[in-house]
Structures are given as structure tokens and as C-alpha cells.
């Protein structure tokens, strides 16, 4: 009978679409009959069904024209809708674990398992029925050891295990293998066919779905035969008659039921087939339906494959018309005598098939007195050899330059319609992008039939697109550094190789931001300089082109903000240089627009921190720097009103304006409004655009929603302004426009929180659902994406556990950056276990291993250890963490002059901690005091008094130093004050603020919400002290009362920090009863 996988998915077909009726009754008689004949063809279930008239030989038909075009071979069935985990199956026994089912066949169930004996996967087949003919199939299957069979492993009562491809079938990955691959292919099946046949086993189904392909390391693919359930051995046929495997593989022989004519020659027909499939696309036989089909494979002659392909060569169709020879004894003798031919056509030598002609005997005979001639030939060979090469170089060289031709008009001509897409009147300019972007299809398009002249030339000039579109794009990077490994190494592919080039060094740059300035990693970074920005440099000395110029300002450009960012004046001189050279390009102007107002930065820096009032002293400078930047921002966007992101400069310009304010700076609620009337005008010209939808969110997250809280007014819609930032699903960028609402999200949540508001339940759902769908999507294979979702969570103060058990699961990240992210995440974990009372150990131990696997040196490393042992002082703090704590401020030491930021204030959080932890003990903390106090007082650290940190570190002393000084009331009041002044400056301004005044929180807190948090804590134990130590009742219950209203204000911003403030609240509460 046919297939039994072909006949099983007529049936399920006929089921699924109701295609079959009820009995008919009264002919018993004729059906038996009937049945017998029809069961040879379709088997016993389908012969029943169509004798009984339940199934209709019309139907039949049809479903088995449309079965033997989509049948899925014996790994997958059709109707199978995904892989499910399944618990262990009866009589496999411990040894097979972690079982998903990956797919159905006729005959059993698959299953994808681990064989934790000898730790490989394996597929184990549970047979449907233990004692049916598969058995039969595992018996003859395991007799061949050959690379090109599917292997058995083992056969158990039920079951079989056998080797695991996990690549797709040859029918899969047909249409992406070019015809000398299709035919290597072919050789090593033939090889494999082979190797059956020498154990007598002919396997009578041969398919291109029957061929499983193994991928190895290097991007190829190894066909393995499978599916032996048809074989028939050297006993010959089986009782149920002849096997006819799948039309239209099957011989003539297996049609005309004649068992006895079976062999070798039988698969060698099908090998045929399955070339001609591959070759043609096409099945070797004219017919309109499936008993047309079955006609003409038993009656006529294949339809020539040159007829179908003709650029096909004569050999190779000769080779296939060979095997598909009606007669078996026609084709060839055996499989190894195929693969044999296929190796000879590949080889480019003469084909056994076509004998002994005069050309072949002089090619003899010549190989047979080389010694008399081999002079002679030799160097007409050379001659000939050198001359073809040359014009073939020649012919070569001279094509490209012809592609490279075609191309480069084509990227002009984007960059001119990108040009005058920006400088039209302000418009949605999505429609116009999308058409420009068809220049990418036109170049893909002609690189597909210009062949590998074609390939580097159109590499380059799809880098050069994708940059024009995106600058950022990171396929722009790779399409051109493939362009020069193609070995497309024009003047025009070295100097664009530059974007390459930035791009590999700016990721590099990334693992050391942190820690840039510090001595420790110099060395490491004038490597990277040395490795990416002087060849960048070297391809572009000396060419002057319009390309290289603007390609050489960028080079100089990122080499001065990655490494001197504190060096503006060298930035400005780069970019105006640029300027001189191309004053009308938008590039170089926004750039310049960028330095003025990094320069006003850099001129309040030192200042903008002191107190509020006055203006800083180099006010008059940065607000000229500040003028001089909008002006020509405004420049920029009259000259081209549609490009987005001169709307974005025009807003960041306004909110770096209200977090840096000068005397001359316009009120917050006056930036606020400008900020979002650009915002609007860009988002009008393009509503996708990443950075545009992400300041929005920013603005409303970050500015606008604390003041409006402040002011009593409700959060809703500001909520519904940022749920309308979420991208259409059929837009571009979404990952990148998630990634920046998914942050801003969590932080509007935060904030609302912290300020006694509850967050709107429709934008909490909204991130909710967003993080389950993206994770749903991600691979474990991204551990960066799926990071953020989990931190995401994290951030919003919800369970983020089972989400980064699955991180640790996977491949972990491989660069610093995305470590430090997880093992932060990872103790942020702990924390979370720590404040709902249970054991933060296990994460506290993953964050160990985190730090295990990261690079040293590193300033990710280093912070990270920091971290870590903070962590685990304050959640653990067993000696042997005191004792570490302890050596390692003794290996810091006091801080110098010049020390850097981040390594004071692991100085002072250290010494606090173990001042807290020497107090407990009954020790003295003075002396780790004084020294924290005289940090305070001196460079760097006295540059920044009265800043929220500052304040913070101040209050903390006099609150600790109180318990020990021999006047704790004037401490504790010096420390109230700080408190109270950095609360000041963290918490939104007041609603009926005016000028100055009214402003949102300091940049140098962007995680304000954080930064509360602490506030109001350390605030809360400062009250409770004085409550604690003050003699009158009722100023006593008043402390009480006014720490416990601020103990409340910690909890609604971040309940989780319950037990923390516990034993602070149970005092509190005794405190704040009035003794009489």
C-alpha cells in the first residue's frame, strides 16, 4: 500500500474538514470484496471507509493531489500545532528525561529528550502500537552504521531511541541550496541509500521529506536518511503485499504490485525523482489530479528535465533521466554507482554514461605520456592558464565597476530624495520613507541575478543606504565590513568601512564607560583606540572625497566625545572645522547645536548644586552658548521642517535648560510647554520615530507628572498621554520604542507611588501585558532583551523571580554591561526575598557566579563586587562579611585629592555601614566618623556641600555620631536640617512656585524616586532618636507622630520596605503615646 504517513494524513484531512457521511447500509457483500482490492493501494482504515461509502473515491482522490504536495515525513505531522513537555514514559525508566513531543506520525508519537546516561539528546519514538511493524522498521534501521542513516540507539518494549536532527527536512531547505549543493546532497544520500542496500534492506519511500537535514558548525547542512517503517529486507515483501511508498516517488514496478521486481533499482528511482524535484521544482509528470498522476508514472515517460529547466547541463539530465528509466535493469546498478556519477559531474570529469567517445580516449592517452609532452603542454597550459585568468579578472573587474555603477546612482539618488523629503513643509513623512526605503528591494533585487560581481559592490551600497535612512542601524555596520571581506576594497568600500569600524569601536568603548578616566584602564583603551579608530583613520588619509570628508569628521568626533568629553572646546573645533567644509550639511549643524549646549552643561556643573538663589557665576556664558545653540536648532528645522530630529534637539534642549536653570532661564511650566510643542511637531512628521515617542514619555514620566501630583491633581491623564506613545504593530522600531517606554513606564508607576498617588491601573496593565508579550517573543538565546523585561518589573516593584530563573537558564550575557545588569538584577532579588522574610541566599549566590564569570580588569567588576558586598552586609552580615567589609576599606584607604566620584562614595557607604554595625556591638564608630567627616570637607567632595548626596552623608553623621556625643540633641537637629534641606531638593517644587524656583528634581538625581526613598528613611530614624531622647511628652508624641506620617510615606512609595522600617515603626508607635 502507499505511505502509511500519506494514508494517515488523508484520514485526519477527511475528518478535520467532515468530509466523511454514514454507512451505507445492504451492501455487506460487494464492500468486503471491494475493500480487499482497495486496501493494496490505501490500507485497511481508508479501503473500510471507502467500500462502506462513508468516504467517496472523488474525495479520496483529492486529498491525496493535495497530501503528496504538503505530506511532512515521519518527524511532524501535519495537524501538529507545537512542541509540549510531557512527564516520562512507561518503560523508558529514569535513564530519558526532560521528554517534549515534537511531532506525530502514522505509526507513533516523537518525543525530544535527554539521555543523561551519555548527556546527549535523543528522539524516542512511543509507538501507538508496541508489537505493529515498526519494529520492523528499528530492526533492519539499526543494521546500517553509516553517517547518512538515522541511527537507533535503542529498542524498548513500546519504544525506539534514535539519533536527534534537529535541522529542517531536505524539501525545507531546498529552495535556499544552489544547484551544485542540491547535488552534493544527492551524492550522500545515494552513499547512505547505498549502505542500506549492502545489509538487503531496500527502504521503498524515498522523499525529500524523508531527508533529514543535521546542521554542523560552519553553516552546512549532512542529510541523514530516515523513516525505514516501508523497508523490506532480504526475506522479501512483507504479508500486507507490495509497498508503494509515496507517489510521485514511487517506481513503476511498486505500481504494478509486483514484489518480486523490487530492489536496489527501486530507490535508485526514486534518488532520480527526488534530483529532478530539487532541479526543477517540479514533479516529472504532467497531470491535473492524483489517478492522472498514478497513470502517467505507470504509462508515460517522464517530461525531459531540459525540457523544464533548460540551462540545466546535458550530463546531469542524463544522469536523471538514467534512474527514471521505466525498466529497472535501465537505471543504475546500485545507489553507490549514482552517488559515483554525481561525484564525476561535480568533479567536471567525463560520466561513465556516456562511454568511451574519441574526446574521452584522447583525454586517455594523453594523461598516459605526460612525460613526452608534458613540456609542451605545460606551457601552453601556463600561457593559456595566465591569459584566462587575466581576462577573466578582467571581465570581472569590469562587471563590478558596472554593478558598482548601477548601485552607487541608486544611493545617490536616496540620499537626494531623503534630502528633499527633510527640506519639504513639516509632514508625516512615513509614506515617503517607506517608498525610499524601495531602493533597498531594487539593490537586493539586482544582487540576486548579477551573481559575486554583483555581491560587494551591492554590500556597499545597502551599508551606505541603510546609514543614510538610520545612522544607527546596526545592519549598516555589517553589510559594509561584509562588502570588504567579499574582497571589495575600492576607494569608495575602504573609506565607508569607517562605519564599521565606529560601530565595533563604540561597543567596545561601552565595557569601560564607567570607568573611562581611570588610570587603571588606560592601557586597555588605547588598545581599543589602536584596533578600531587608527585604521579607521589610516583608510581615510589622504582622500578628499565628499563621502571620506564627512566620514573623517565622524571619526574625529567620537574619538573626542568617547575619551575627552570634559574637552568641549576640542569638540567645537572638530565640528566648526567640518562646518567650513560643508556649511549647508544638517549633520555638522545639529552637531555644533549638541556641543554649545554640552558646553553650557560643563559651565554650571561646578555650581548649579549649591543652594537655591543667585546666579551661577558663569551664568552670561552658558546662556550665550545656550542662545547661540537654539538659534541654530531653529536654522536647522526652518531648512528642513520634516526632519525628526531637530524636533528632539529642540526638546532636550528645553528640558536640559529646566534642570540647569540660570537667571535668564524661562519658568518650568513655560519649558514644559515648549518641550512638548516640539515634541508634538516631530511626532506630527513622524509618529514611529524612537527618540522622539521616548523624550515623550521622559517628559511626561520624569517633569510633568511630578509637578502635577504635587499639586493634588490627578495622574489619569498624563497616563493616557503615554499609553497613546505605544507604536502601531505594524510599524518599525518597536523593539528600541519598547525598551524606552517600558523604563519610562515603570518610573511613572514609581513616582506615583512615592508621592502618596496610586499608579492608573490602565497603564500598570498596559506595561504588564507588554512585558508578558515581548518575552513570549524573545529567544533565551537574547539575554539582554529579556533582562530588561525582568528589570522592567523589577522597577515597577513586582515579582520579577520566575522571569530571571529563566535568564539563568539560558546563555548568559557575554559582555560586561549586560553581567552587571544581571547580577544587579539578581540583588535587587535578594532585597525583594530579604523584605517578604525570606532567604536571599540562592540569589545572593547567583550574583556571586555573575561575578565569577565577568572579565578582569573591568570597572563593571569592580562596581559590581561593591555592590555585592554591600548587599550582603546588609542582608546577611555575618562576621566573615564584616571581616571582608573591613579589608577592603583598609585597601582603599582615606581618598586623595583627585579621587574619583563613584570611589568616595563606595568609601563612605562602606564606613557607615560598619559604624551602624560597631554601634550594635557596643563599639565605638568615631574614629570611622571622623574620617568620613573629613572626606566630606575636602576636594573633591566639598565641591558639591549642599547637594542632596552631600546633605544625605551629612545627616547620617550627625545621626550616628549622636548616640556617643556628649550633646546627641544638637547632632540630631544639625541632621534633621540636612535631611530636610536635601528633601527640599529631591521632592517636586510647590505648585504656586514661580521663575526659578519652580523646578523639577536635580539631574544629578535621575533616579529621584530611589533617592526619596532614602531620604525619607534616614529621615524617619532621625525623628524617632529625637522622640526617643526628648524629656517632654508631647513633643515627644509629636516626633513620634511626624516619623511615623513619614515612615508612611516610605511604604506607599515602596511597600516591600516593610520589614526594614518595622522595629522603626513598633517604636515609633510606643513613642507617640503621651506619658501622663
Given at each position: ?227 525505514f517503517g516501508m523497508v523490506m529486507g532480504a526475506s522479501g515483501p512483507s504479508d500486507q503485499g507490495c509497498n508503494l511508498g509515496t507517489p510521485p516517488y514511487t517506481s513503476p514496478e511498486q505500481l504494478a504490485k509486483d514484489p518480486t521486481r523490487l ?140 554593478w558598482d555603477h548601477h548601485f552607487q546612482k541608486i544611493v545617490g539618488d536616496l540620499g537626494a530624495r531623503l534630502d528633499r523629503i527633510h527640506r519639504r513643509p513639516a509632514h508625516d513623512i512615513r509614506g515617503d520613507l517607506d517608498e525610499a526605503s ?26 551606505q543606504a541603510h546609514f543614510m535612512i538610520d545612522p544607527e542601524d546596526p545592519q549598516a555596520a555589517a553589510l559594509l565590513q561584509k562588502a570588504w571581506d567579499l574582497g571589495y576594497r575600492t576607494e569608495s568600500a575602504r573609506a565607508w568601512l569607517t ?578
Amino acid at each position: 500500500m502507499f505511505s502509511a504517513h500519506l494514508t494517515s494524513r488523508i484520514q485526519q484531512e477527511a475528518q478535520s474538514r467532515g468530509l466523511l457521511g454514514e454507512p451505507r447500509p445492504g451492501q455487506e457483500g460487494d464492500a468486503a470484496g471491494y475493500q480487499d482490492r482497495e486496501a493494496a493501494y490505501w490500507g485497511t482504515e481508508l479501503a473500510s471507509l471507502l467500500a462502506t461509502g462513508q468516504l467517496t473515491e472523488s474525495s479520496l482522490h483529492g486529498l491525496a493531489w493535495e497530501a503528496i504536495g504538503g505530506e511532512a515525513g515521519s518527524w511532524a505531522d501535519p495537524l501538529f500545532r507545537g512542541p509540549a513537555p510531557m512527564g516520562g514514559l512507561k518503560g523508558l525508566g529514569d535513564r530519558y528525561q526532560d521528554l517534549v513531543r515534537i511531532g506525530e506520525g502514522a505509526s507513533a508519537h516523537v518525543f525530544k529528550g535527554m539521555d543523561t546516561l551519555l548527556q546527549r539528546h535523543v528522539a524516542i519514538k512511543a509507538l501507538k502500537d508496541p508489537r505493529g511493524p515498526v519494529l520492523v522498521e528499528a530492526r533492519a534501521q539499526a543494521r546500517v552504521e553509516h553517517p547518512g542513516v538515522c541511527r537507533v540507539y535503542e529498542v524498548g518494549q513500546g519504544y525506539l531511541v534514535m539519533q536527534l536532527v534537529e535541522g529542517p527536512t531536505l524539501a525545507q531547505l531546498a529552495p535556499q541550496l544552489e544547484v551544485r549543493e542540491k547535488l552534493r546532497i544527492m551524492r550522500d544520500i545515494a552513499l547512505g541509500v547505498h549502505a542500506a542496500h549492502q545489509k538487503g534492506l531496500i527502504h521503498l519511500d524515498l522523499k525529500l521529506n524523508n531527508i533529514l537535514m543535521d546542521p554542523h558548525e560552519d553553516g552546512s547542512f549532512h542529510p541523514i536518511v530516515s523513516d525505514f517503517g516501508m523497508v523490506m529486507g532480504a526475506s522479501g515483501p512483507s504479508d500486507q503485499g507490495c509497498n508503494l511508498g509515496t507517489p510521485p516517488y514511487t517506481s513503476p514496478e511498486q505500481l504494478a504490485k509486483d514484489p518480486t521486481r523490487l530492489g536496489p533499482a527501486t530507490d535508485v528511482y526514486a534518488l532520480g525523482v527526488m534530483t529532478y524535484v530539487l532541479l526543477a521544482g517540479r514533479i516529472p509528470f504532467e497531470a491535473s489530479d492524483f489517478p492522472g498522476l498514478l497513470r502517467a508514472m505507470a504509462e508515460d515517460p517522464p517530461v525531459p528535465l531540459r525540457t523544464r529547466v533548460p540551462s540545466v547541463d546535458r550530463d546531469l539530465a542524463s544522469i536523471v533521466a538514467k534512474c527514471m528509466a521505466k525498466a529497472p535493469g535501465a537505471r543504475f546498478a546500485s545507489a553507490r554507482d549514482l552517488a559515483e556519477e554525481l561525484d564525476r559531474y561535480l568533479r567536471g570529469e567525463p560520466l561513465a554514461l556516456r562511454g568511451a567517445a574519441p574526446g574521452y580516449r584522447l583525454a586517455k592517452w594523453l594523461r598516459r605520456n605526460r612525460k613526452l609532452q608534458w613540456m609542451g603542454a605545460a606551457s601552453l597550459a601556463l600561457l593559456l592558464a595566465a591569459l584566462g585568468l587575466f581576462l577573466r579578472r578582467l571581465t570581472f573587474v569590469s562587471q563590478q565597476a558596472e554593478w558598482d555603477h548601477h548601485f552607487q546612482k541608486i544611493v545617490g539618488d536616496l540620499g537626494a530624495r531623503l534630502d528633499r523629503i527633510h527640506r519639504r513643509p513639516a509632514h508625516d513623512i512615513r509614506g515617503d520613507l517607506d517608498e525610499a526605503s524601495t531602493s533597498l528591494g531594487q539593490i537586493e533585487a539586482s544582487m540576486g541575478g548579477g551573481g559575486e560581481a554583483a555581491a560587494g559592490p551591492a554590500c556597499l551600497a545597502l551599508g551606505q543606504a541603510h546609514f543614510m535612512i538610520d545612522p544607527e542601524d546596526p545592519q549598516a555596520a555589517a553589510l559594509l565590513q561584509k562588502a570588504w571581506d567579499l574582497g571589495y576594497r575600492t576607494e569608495s568600500a575602504r573609506a565607508w568601512l569607517t562605519v564599521a569600524r565606529l560601530a565595533h569601536y563604540r561597543g567596545a568603548m561601552w565595557s569601560f564607560m564607567p570607568g573611562i578616566q581611570d588610570p587603571a584602564n588606560a592601557g586597555r583603551v588605547r588598545e581599543i583606540r589602536r584596533q578600531y579608530l587608527d585604521p579607521a583613520r589610516a583608510m581615510l588619509k589622504g582622500r578628499s572625497s565628499a563621502d571620506q570628508v564627512k566620514l573623517a569628521f565622524l571619526v574625529d568626533l567620537a574619538d573626542a566625545q568617547t575619551l575627552d568629553v570634559s574637552n568641549i572646546e576640542r569638540q567645537l573645533q572638530i565640528v566648526q572645522a567640518f562646518r567650513a567644509q560643508r556649511p549647508d550639511d544638517l549633520d555638522g549643524q545639529l552637531e555644533e547645536a549638541a556641543a554649545l549646549n554640552l558646553k553650557a552643561v560643563l559651565l554650571l556643573m561646578p555650581t548649579y548644586t549649591k543652594p537655591e538663589g543667585g546666579a551661577p557665576p558663569d551664568a552670561p556664558e552658558a546662556d550665550a552658548c545656550r542662545a547661540k545653540a537654539r538659534d541654530l536648532l531653529l536654522r536647522i528645522q526652518r531648512t528642513a521642517p520634516s526632519l525628526p530630529k531637530v524636533y528632539a534637539a529642540l526638546a532636550e534642549s528645553c528640558l536640559r535648560e529646566n534642570t540647569m536653570p540660570t537667571t535668564a532661564t524661562a519658568p518650568t511650566l513655560e519649558l514644559l510647554s515648549r518641550t512638548e510643542t516640539w515634541l508634538r511637531a516631530g511626532l506630527a512628521v513622524r509618529r514611529d520615530d524612537p527618540t522622539l515617542v521616548v523624550l515623550q514619555a521622559q517628559c511626561l514620566a520624569r517633569y510633568l507628572l511630578p509637578l502635577r501630583l504635587a499639586a493634588g491633581q490627578d495622574p489619569g491623564p498624563l497616563a493616557e498621554a503615554w499609553l497613546k506613545l505605544r507604536p502601531d504593530p505594524a510599524s518599525g522600531p518597536q523593539a528600541k520604542v519598547w525598551k524606552g517606554l517600558r523604563a519610562t513606564g515603570a518610573t511613572f508607576v514609581r513616582c506615583c507611588r512615592s508621592l502618596g498617588a496610586a499608579p492608573p491601573r490602565a497603564l500598570v496593565d498596559a506595561l504588564r501585558s507588554q512585558v508578558q508579550e515581548a518575552w513570549s517573543r524573545t529567544a533565551p538565546s537574547d539575554p539582554t532583551t529579556r533582562l530588561d523585561l525582568a528589570t522592567t518589573l523589577l522597577d515597577m516593584g513586582e515579582d520579577a523571580t520566575p522571569l530571571l530563573e529563566a535568564v539563568h537558564q539560558a546563555p548568559l550575557p557575554a559582555e560586561p554591561p549586560g553581567q552587571y545588569a544581571l547580577g544587579r538584577a539578581d540583588l535587587r532579588v535578594a532585597e525583594q526575598q530579604w523584605q517578604r522574610g525570606g532567604d536571599p541566599a540562592p540569589w545572593i549566590q547567583r550574583a556571586e557566579a555573575v561575578l565569577e564569570g565577568m572579565p578582569t580588569p573591568s570597572p563593571f567588576r569592580t562596581e559590581f563586587a561593591r555592590e555585592l558586598l554591600s548587599t550582603q552586609a546588609r542582608l546577611i552580615g555575618d562576621e566573615a562579611t564584616w571581616r571582608r567589609l573591613r579589608d577592603e576599606v583598609t585597601h582603599m584607604q582615606a581618598p586623595r585629592r583627585g579621587t574619583l566620584d563613584r570611589e568616595l562614595t563606595w568609601y563612605i557607604e562602606f564606613q557607615e555601614l560598619l559604624a551602624r554595625h560597631e554601634l550594635t556591638s557596643d563599639l565605638d564608630p568615631g574614629p570611622r566618623l571622623s574620617l568620613v567627616q573629613a572626606c566630606l570637607h575636602q576636594p573633591p567632595l566639598n565641591q558639591y556641600a549642599l547637594s542632596p548626596d552631600w546633605l544625605t552623608w551629612s545627616a547620617t553623621l550627625h545621626l550616628l555620631g549622636a548616640r556617643r556625643a556628649p550633646d546627641p540633641g544638637r547632632e540630631l537637629g544639625q541632621a534633621l536640617d540636612a535631611v530636610d534641606r536635601a528633601l527640599v531638593q529631591v521632592l517636586p517644587p510647590s505648585p504656586t512656585a514661580r521663575g526659578a524656583a519652580q523646578r523639577s528634581r536635580p539631574e544629578r538625581f535621575p533616579d529621584h524616586v530611589a533617592a526619596l526613598g532614602r531620604i525619607r528613611l534616614l529621615k524617619a530614624e532621625i525623628l524617632v532618636e529625637l522622640a526617643g531622647r526628648n524629656t517632654q511628652p508631647q513633643r515627644r508624641a509629636h516626633l513620634a507622630r511626624e516619623a511615623l506620617a513619614v515612615i508612611q510615606a516610605c511604604l506607599a512609595g515602596d511597600p516591600l520596605v516593610a520589614r526594614r522600617l518595622a522595629p522603626l515603626a513598633a517604636k515609633a508607635r510606643q513613642l507617640s503615646i503621651p506619658l501622663s
